[in-house]
């Protein structure tokens, strides 16, 4: 069974850094793509940043420049650095995990975690 679980998140003041985690578990880590997708109060969710299975990053403009995405396949994990903060970061930030495409099953699989809220105030 394939465990998504996301750490890190917390109160920040505008400004300020958090890096988050995210562990993925029961599956091949390293053939994964992986993403942080973040959603506000009253929004849809938006992806933040993706990282290939080759370690290609890409990133949502609002964040370009300040968010960095990195992962450890020794580790099984992906990480969200964050600096530069801003109260529009405000969100819950949601750990994805997705498979290949497989011709069997006609889809690609892909795993959620369970998401951890990132606060930027005063």
């Known amino acids: 069974q394939v465990q998504v679980v996301e750490s890190g998140g917390g109160l920040v003041l505008p400004g300020g850094s958090l890096r988050l985690s995210c562990v993925v578990s029961g599956t091949i880590f390293s053939i994964h793509a992986l993403g942080w997708y973040r959603q506000a109060p009253g929004k849809q969710r938006d992806l933040v940043a993706v990282i290939t299975s080759g370690g290609m990053p890409n990133y949502a403009d609002s964040v370009k420049g300040r968010f960095t995405i990195s992962r450890d396949n020794a580790k099984n994990t992906v990480y969200l650095q964050m600096n530069g903060l801003k109260p529009e970061d405000t969100a819950v930030y949601y750990c994805?995990?997705?498979?290949?495409?497989?011709?069997?099953?006609?889809?690609?699989?892909?795993?959620w975690g369970q998401g951890t809220l990132v606060t930027v105030s005063e």
């Open positions: 994805n995990a997705k498979a290949p495409f497989t011709v069997v099953a006609g889809k690609a699989f892909e795993y």
